[in-house]
């Protein structure tokens, strides 16, 4: 019986000379085997626990001022082409009664990153988890992005960023909030 890794290195294989390649030379000969284990890590993330992750993270704290996290580093492949996006994630949230550690907040990020994504929902799954797991009375997080689908394929797109965000409780319903988030993270508004 083959492990799942093995089998993902057959299909590597068979890719390799799909694509015209002698899978055998020398260059070549472990290469399916690295594809499997990397993709079996870039797509770690469907197959943790959020429940797990997040409550080893959260913390009793009476603040209700916005807390800010700016410049997670995100990395992640985009569904359409399994080709990596990368850029940054920025979070806001004003809390009620509970907090995040702040590493946890980035090993969130990563773990909604390692999966075949797209960047939309990806910020919209961060703002969620965030809502839901401290029960935050607002979120707000922007991811701003660069998609090696569009940069490696594309003509004069190398330098295009992708920004997307994501709204939820007080940061949707008033504009001050919002204003605050984007003015604490830097950024023009989207
Ligand atoms: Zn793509």
Do not use: W
Not at 39 to 44: E, M, Q, V
Not at 45 to 71: C, Y
Not at 141 to 167: P, W
């Amino acid at each position: 019986m083959h492990t799942k890794n093995e089998r993902i290195a057959g299909l590597v294989r068979q890719l390799l000379a799909e694509l015209g390649e002698d899978p055998s030379r020398e260059g070549l000969q472990k290469t399916p085997e690295r594809v499997a284990a990397a993709l079996s890590f870039l797509t770690s993330g469907e197959r943790t626990d959020p429940i797990k992750l997040i409550n080893g993270a959260v913390f009793t704290q009476e603040t209700n001022s916005m807390v800010i996290v700016k410049n997670i580093e995100v990395y992640s492949l985009c569904e359409h082409h399994m080709l990596p996006f990368f850029g940054r994630c920025h979070i806001g949230y004003i809390p009620s009664g509970r907090v995040f550690g702040v590493s946890k907040l980035a090993r969130m990020v990563d773990m909604y990153a390692r999966r075949l994504q797209l960047q939309e929902r990806l910020t919209e799954q961060i703002s969620r988890a965030i809502m839901e797991s401290i029960d935050a009375k607002g979120v707000g997080v922007m991811i701003e992005a660069q998609h090696l689908c569009m940069m490696m394929r594309g003509v004069e797109k190398q330098n295009s960023v992708m920004i997307t965000s994501s709204v939820l409780g007080t940061f949707r319903e008033s504009q001050a909030t919002r204003e605050e988030f984007l003015a604490l993270i830097g950024s023009r508004a989207p």
